[in-house]
């Protein structure tokens, strides 16, 4: 098939269109294109000649148009698509199309998709089982982050997000899945869920989708998925889940004892949930407690970044209140004796509404010193209203917490640091206005 992106070079786009290119004649276009996307798909020999959009590339010749979220809805490409009848799917569409004749296993929740996903991944992988995927970083051990071919199963991270701007539809909406899990509910993307209801309910039409031969995994201690599972009729089969029981990340099954790799509650109700499903997929528990031994996180997601004799550094995806509070809670709670100093970028949406924010409230709770990240040049291109630092500084509720809103005051706090016998935590979706963390890691700590 010929086959042609619209934005793509977005993170699922440009692996979407690398993957593709396997199989079909593929094209693109996009306004801007940052690395790694720019390089990765010069070297595939499909990056566009010129940045813009080319009504010019929409041709009767092309079989399917892809339309990524980056693109407006008045985009040239896409309005010439239209204009020809051409089928335009957004890529969660086109997911759905390849795998309608697939066994689908999709992971939603507010948070823990990435890492639930990617465990299920690594284990099959490690069996050497053949299957096609869809998830939201880079993996160890996987050379893209969408894989599709003839295997008969899919694993996809499942995000609540839209699909793009012809298609309103949440991702999740879209996989129709055979078996599922939800990890949890807090509440996101305020930009486009203005209530915390508004936002719930996505959840509900998700559960409302399930047909009768599925099966649904949900964690039983969160409040909110609770309330919409009781209230909901189910045709398909459910069970409830916790955690997996470990002991300072030692999981002991059937007298042997497996030692993980990753720490922290959040990454064991992840796991038992990744287990169940890995069962079902015909992995025995002994099986799957092997394979994980190895598991180091899925990119972003609790990543070290370096470690010394005397100080260690972290970095994770965490944007989201809750996930803040739990990530900062397991990396001190790993490192009792060690002095914590977490660094949060405020990137999204929801994270740089002044409305939405006073949700982080003890968010931090676990750093013995914080520091809040936000780029004022982001506020503004995002076109939101500028924030008040000491009402976000109040908004933390924490006792050793510090505003910063450049690259060069970020470096001026670590620079005034102690290295010895301290834990560095980065948080963010973001870049931290493009410091180099690795590099400033290796200068802070000594192997």
Known sequence: ????????????????????????????????????????????????????????????????????????????????????GLTVYSYPEFIHFHSRDKRRVVVAGSHGKTTTTSMIMHVLYKLNRDFDYLVGAQIEGFERMVRLSEAPIIIIEGDEYLSSPLDRTPKMLHYDPDLSIITGIAWDHINVFPTFDNYVSQFSLFLKGLQANAKLYYFEKDDHLNKIIKNHDFKCKTQSYNILENQNSIVTYKGKDYKMSVFGDHNFQNMKAAAHICNDLGVTTKEFLESMSDFKGAGKRLQLIKEGKDAIAYLDFAHAPSKVKATTLATKSKYKNRSLYAFLELHTFSSLDPTFIPHYAGALAGADKAFVFYDPHTIKMKNMKALDGNEVAKAFDHPSLQIVNSKEEILASLDILPSENSVFLFMSSGKFGGLDLNLEMDKKIVK
């Open 1 to 84: 098939m010929k086959i042609h992106l619209i934005a793509i070079g977005g993170a699922v786009m440009h692996n979407l269109a690398l993957d593709l290119q396997k199989y079909h004649i593929v094209t693109g276009s996009d306004d801007e294109i940052y690395n790694p996307s720019r390089s990765r798909l010069e070297t595939a020999g499909i990056l566009p000649k010129s940045m813009g959009w080319f009504p010019s590339k929409i041709t009767n010749e092309l079989d399917i148009v892809i339309l990524g979220m980056h693109a407006k809805i008045d985009n040239p490409e896409l309005l010439k698509a239209q204009e020809l």
